[in-house]
Nanobody
Framework: QVQVVESGGGLVQAGGSLRLSCAAS????????MTWYRQAPGKQRELVST???????NYADSVKGRFTISKDNAKNTVYLQMDSLKPEDTAVYYC???????????????WGQGTQVTISS
């Protein structure tokens, strides 16, 4: 069973920065698509940023130019560098590791427990 563990959340003032980390266990990390989601109180979970096995990235419009996703396959870790933070970035941030379809097995999603990010105004 793959374990996904987020870290790096906290409380910062608006305009500040945080770097979230997400470590996934196992030997197949390099082929996963890794995605950060977030969920604010009373709102639906939304996609923040994705990085594919090939390193292609995409971002929600609300975070473009402020957040940067990256990964280190040697450390089985994906990062989310968050700069110029705004109060509306306050949410629980979740990491998703999607294992692609393999040898007839369907694709599968692994989720972390989430890390709280709070931005004060």
């Amino acid at each position: 069973q793959v374990q996904v563990v987020e870290s790096g959340g906290g409380l910062v003032q608006a305009g500040g920065s945080l770097r979230l980390s997400c470590a996934a266990s196992g030997s197949l990390f390099s082929i996963y698509t890794m995605t950060w989601y977030r969920q604010a109180p009373g709102k639906q979970r939304e996609l923040v940023s994705t990085i594919t096995r090939g390193g292609s990235t995409n971002y929600a419009d609300s975070v473009k130019g402020r957040f940067t996703i990256s990964k280190d396959n040697a450390k089985n870790t994906v990062y989310l560098q968050m700069d110029s933070l705004k109060p509306e970035d306050t949410a629980v941030y979740y990491c998703n590791a999607r294992r692609p379809k393999l040898l007839g097995s369907p694709a599968y999603d692994y989720w972390g427990q989430g890390t709280q990010v709070t931005i004060s105004s």
